[in-house]
């Protein structure tokens, strides 16, 4: 009996302070009170009735404190931050995510910085059209020092003292934002004494940029064929080269122009409490990032391998050598 009752102070206990803690951050929120005061209410005396009744004591509080700081996290994270107030600079904003995450956080109230290589290119004109007297464009070629220290400059004039996926046959860009996530990953650690919360947004395929433009592909097919080695021309053959090139068109051909959630993940990484460190934006990536971070290497690469490697005719140098063993 006196182990029934010390069972059931223990259990009261945790729930006040949880339910509490909760109760304040309900009322301290802009949603109704109310019914979401009713719901957590049911959630706790669910979870207090689950764990006293079918789990030994100790077990029991264990299970009902981690269902309870889940329930609080949930909490936490369920009211975005008002969008009043809010600054956020964007870069490479001529076309594609730059410019679509633009026109969707300038619609929601940002104040946005956006950079652009062409002030009087199409995409500025459109952007200058289409958005809120808060669009700030600024001319900036990352690449040049002396540019982002003046777009640095207007920023802060206009603010004031506020403030790993392997993708065959795409070595050279897969490696580039190796790179790139690397530095942010370095950077999120880094910044978190400030306080500062770095995310990543990981999109799948879509029609962006020279991704979409036929002419641009033939055009670096053409200079691939023209400036490749005659020994590498040699190994892979032109056979080759040009199977790689139309699978290059079938992928942008399947790829999506609704660009909605890449700017929906960069609004809701800005506007949450708590932001994931990786945002998966669109159908399948987050599939194919946990087959390759987390299911044996076999099943990794054989994913990859039937989903890029589509290509039926081999190098020539390959060939010869088929044909040689063949012989024998």
Not at 46 to 63: Q, R
Not at 226 to 250: A, D, H, I, P, V
Not at 309 to 321: E, G, I, N, Y
């Amino acid at each position: 009996m006196e182990e029934s009752a010390l069972s059931f102070w223990m259990y009261l206990g945790v729930m006040s302070v949880f339910f509490g803690w909760t109760v304040k951050r309900i009322l301290a929120s802009e949603r109704s009170s109310a019914p979401t005061l009713l719901v957590y209410s049911a959630l706790f005396l669910l979870m207090e009735s689950l764990c006293s009744f079918c789990l030994p004591t100790c077990v029991g509080l264990g299970v009902f404190c981690a269902a309870c700081w889940l329930i609080m996290g949930t909490v936490a994270a369920a009211k975005p931050l008002p969008v009043e107030g809010k600054a956020v600079f964007i870069t490479g904003c001529d076309s594609g995510f730059g410019k679509a995450a633009v026109m969707f956080l300038d619609s929601l109230g940002f104040q946005v910085f956006a950079s652009v290589l062409d002030l009087e290119g199409a995409g500025a004109q459109e952007l200058q059209k289409t958005c809120s007297a808060r669009l700030t464009l600024i001319h900036m070629d990352i690449t040049k020092p002396e540019q982002v220290q003046e777009a640095l400059r207007i920023t802060k004039a206009k603010l004031g003292v506020k403030g790993e996926q392997p993708f065959p046959c795409l070595a050279a860009y897969g490696a580039s934002k190796a790179a790139l996530n690397l530095f942010i990953n370095t950077l999120r650690h880094e910044l978190k004494l400030w306080d500062v919360k770095v995310s990543i947004i990981l999109p799948s395929s879509y029609k962006t940029g020279q991704s979409r433009n036929v002419e641009y592909w033939e055009e670096q097919y053409k200079h691939l064929i023209e400036n490749l080695s005659l020994s590498l021309m040699e190994e892979y053959g032109e056979e080759y080269l040009l199977e790689t090139k139309q699978l290059f068109f079938q992928f942008a051909e399947t790829a999506t122009e609704d660009l909605s959630p890449v700017t929906n993940s960069i609004a809701e990484a800005l506007l949450s409490r708590q932001p994931k460190v990786r945002y998966y934006a669109g159908q399948g990536v987050g599939l194919m990032y946990f087959i390759h971070c987390y299911l044996p290497v076999s099943i990794s690469d054989r994913f990859l391998q039937k989903l890029f490697m589509k290509k039926s005719v081999l190098p020539r140098a390959l060939q010869k050598h088929n044909n040689n063993n063949n012989k024998k």
